[in-house]
């Protein structure tokens, strides 16, 4: 399955379980890392970023995923994967099931609950968040010689 026929079950499942929602496939041509998917339903708003098989979220997405989540909004990555869906959030695997009618379910259920974790990674540092905690890439990190973290940062002049 393809991203393209992820896109039209959810869809298609989504409006059989919200007939009176909304749900639309953003596609920002000029702007990357907008979640794929909005769905409103009973003045909820879902971000559903989807992805299959061993394909995860660009760092871009992440950040915009986090951004929507830590000003309390309602974001989930769908993953399908070896035949399973995958309901993921910054703070970990929500759910998982075979059934995508479970899944929709679940994404629309009445209150999720943010957690301990939200409040600290709220407070946290902004490029942390919760999808940098799940999807890291650790090899993105480039270290000098020495062992500091490179960067380019300007340094002031004093006068």
């Known amino acids: 399955m393809n991203e393209t026929k992820l896109w039209l079950k959810f869809r298609k499942e989504w409006l059989k379980q919200h007939p009176r929602s909304f749900i639309n496939k953003i596609s920002q ?9 909005i769905c409103i339903d009973d003045r909820k708003v879902n971000f559903v970023e989807l992805k299959v098989g061993n394909n995860k979220p660009t760092k871009l997405q992440r950040k915009v995923l986090d951004d929507i989540y830590n000003s309390t909004g ?3 990555v ?7 869906y995958y ?6 695997l929500l759910y998982e099931d075979d059934c995508l009618s479970k899944i929709v379910s679940f994404i629309n259920k009445e209150e999720v609950d943010y957690g301990d974790n939200y409040t600290y990674f709220n407070k946290s540092n902004s490029s942390g968040g ?3 905690f799940i999807f890291r890439d650790r090899d993105s990190r480039k270290t000098s010689r020495s062992g500091e973290k490179s960067g380019r940062r300007s340094k002031r ?3």
Do not use: H, W
């Not at 309901?87 to 970990?92: A, K, L, M």
């Open 130 to 132: 919760f999808f940098s």
């Open 157 to 159: 002049r004093e006068i």
């Open 29 to 37: 041509r000029f702007q990357s890392g907008f979640p794929d998917v």
């Open 87 to 92: 309901i993921y959030r910054g703070d970990g």
């Open 74 to 76: 309602r974001s989930f």
């Open 78 to 84: 769908l993953i399908f994967k070896n035949d399973k």
